[in-house]
């Protein structure tokens, strides 16, 4: 096993990784952990699309439990798929950037995964909100999973390597 694959310790001082990143050679080749990672954020971006479909499905029923009126409905419901569509296409633009190398892309994707789980968490904790197939289960594990690929070793140091 070569020292770049190693698993590190539990309690490796940080001081550690910094020596490690300037000792090894970035891969020249997309580590598949880029690769992966940009699937996931496409598969994130595609389960917006299809919570938007959702929201549409369900729109009737959630209409009368907003007690809004017809006019304002419409204007509600437009709000809201902008606002899902713009989520989107930044997702897409984020996996683009992601998939050529952009290090600041992978942080603001990452970040954009820790701050979706942290409202999960918060939404579970404070207000009991359930975590279902049909609510949060879907993106929750894609937020997760996207974080694990993103954050490797080796996707951070082929990143690092090109500069954005």
Same mark, same amino acid.
């Given at each position: 096993?070569? &020292?770049?694959?190693?698993? +590190?310790?539990?309690? #490796?001082?940080? $001081? ?20 992966? /990672?940009?699937?996931? $954020? !496409? ?9 938007? !479909? ?12 907003? &007690? ?5 409905? /419409? !204007? ?8 899902? /569509?713009?989520?989107?296409? %930044?997702?897409?633009? %984020? ?5 050529? /190398?952009?290090?600041?892309? +992978?942080?603001? $994707?990452?970040?954009?995964? @820790? ?14 909100? #359930?975590? @279902?197939? +049909?609510?949060?289960?879907? @993106?929750?594990?894609? &937020?997760? %999973? ?9 996707? +951070? ?8």
């Amino acid at each position: 096993m070569t &020292d770049r694959h190693r698993k +590190r310790a539990a309690l #490796e001082p940080a $001081v550690s990784l910094f020596e490690r990143e300037a000792e090894l050679a970035p891969p020249s080749r997309r580590p598949f952990s880029v690769s992966g /990672g940009t699937a996931l $954020v !496409v598969a994130r971006a595609a389960g917006t699309a299809l919570w938007s !479909v959702s929201l549409l499905r369900e729109w009737g029923s959630l209409q009368g439990d907003l &007690d809004l009126e017809p006019g304002e409905s /419409g !204007v509600v419901l437009g709000v809201l798929l902008g606002v899902q /569509g713009l989520w989107m296409l %930044l997702l897409l633009m %984020l996996a683009w950037m992601v998939w050529r /190398g952009g290090n600041r892309a +992978r942080l603001l $994707v990452m970040f954009g995964a @820790t701050a979706s789980i942290t409202a999960s968490a918060v939404a579970y904790f404070a207000t009991g909100e #359930e975590i @279902t197939v +049909r609510t949060t289960l879907l @993106t929750l594990a894609l &937020d997760i %999973l996207i974080l694990l690929a993103l954050s490797s070793r080796d996707a +951070r140091a082929w990143t690092r390597r090109r500069r954005d």
